[in-house]
């Protein structure tokens, strides 16, 4: 951890710092570690918050900032969403990430709506929670295409579908009484269908990550015989495309998210297609880009031009320092503001 470059925050004097509770994870590479690193440097007030105990509203009261993420498992995503709804609209508590973005994290359905209406170029997906309509759509469709669960990740339910034949056993399955079948024990795919176009590219998918106006990653080349690329491993670190980077920093201004993940690919006419985003990802190590073989990040000025500039970063602190600063010390001033501005403020 120590080998990662020191993330600060200038801090305004009048405002009092929150008291933030932490949230473990528990992967191998570990979120909150880093949290409580840039929390540390900063001479922040944090303590460990045991969220999922029977007294997490009790617990709750000692803060004014929850932040941590635990598992991207429907189960855990239940209760995240669920906790950090309350957390905000009842106790009047902020959340890192927000509940708008853990309500994102993982939903592969809301992502396609997003990019739809605003635009994005994002791989043409078809969900439908209609039988009728679901059996109508498979025989329109240019195959293969891809179909996925809602939630997944590291390519787990991830399938090619050859055929309106095949789409059609898949859909007899999900609109059974019973659902179909998926990879989690307690959970299958019931009465929805999401397909995905599939387009035929470069060999490699670009993962780009957007902090502010800072953009890390690298490629992740397809397992050969396969078309997937998440959760194989097969990495490739040097320099991004220029309009790759800008593509996800212009879906990033729809997101409004601290860390935005963006997976795209580049179709055999050079053009790119988002296929998916997150708000959060694991993060092994802090060298989430290289260019010549050196760890860095490209900052983007206000024309859109990228420069590159040397160092490693945990995305982890980044990103908190950027959701302290665009998201709760606008809120944490506006009492302030007012206050200064009311009828008893000194003149």
Known sequence: MAAAEVVTIDWPPELPKP?????????????????CRFLDNNDFEYDVYNIHAHDWLKQAERFDLVAGIWSCELRCLQEMREKYWFLENHLGKRTFPSFAHAFLYEDKRLEAYLASVHGIPFAKTYVSYDL????????????????????????????????????????????????????????????????????????????AIVVRNWVFGYYRQVLEGDFRASGMNLV????????????ALKLNRVVKSPQLVVDMIRDLHGCYHVIEFSPVCQMETPEQLHVNGKPGVYIFDDDGNGQFKEGKYWLMELALREFLLSDYLPRASVPLLLSRSGPCASR
């Open 19 to 35: 008291r933030i509770g932490i949230v473990k994870d528990f992967d191998p590479y570990p979120r909150w570690t880093k949290l």
């Open 132 to 207: 009728q309509d679901a059996l109508a759509l498979i025989e329109t469709l240019d195959y293969p295409v891809v179909s996925k669960l809602v939630p997944s990740s590291a390519s787990v339910g991830v399938e090619l579908v050859h055929d309106p034949k095949g789409a059609r056993r898949l859909i007899k399955q999900a609109f059974s009484v019973a659902g179909r079948g998926t990879h989690s024990t307690y959970a299958r795919q019931k009465n929805y269908i999401y397909l995905q176009e599939f387009i035929p590219s470069d060999g490699f998918e670009i993962r």
């Open 236 to 247: 490739e670190k040097r320099e991004l495309p220029q309009e790759a980077m800008r593509l």
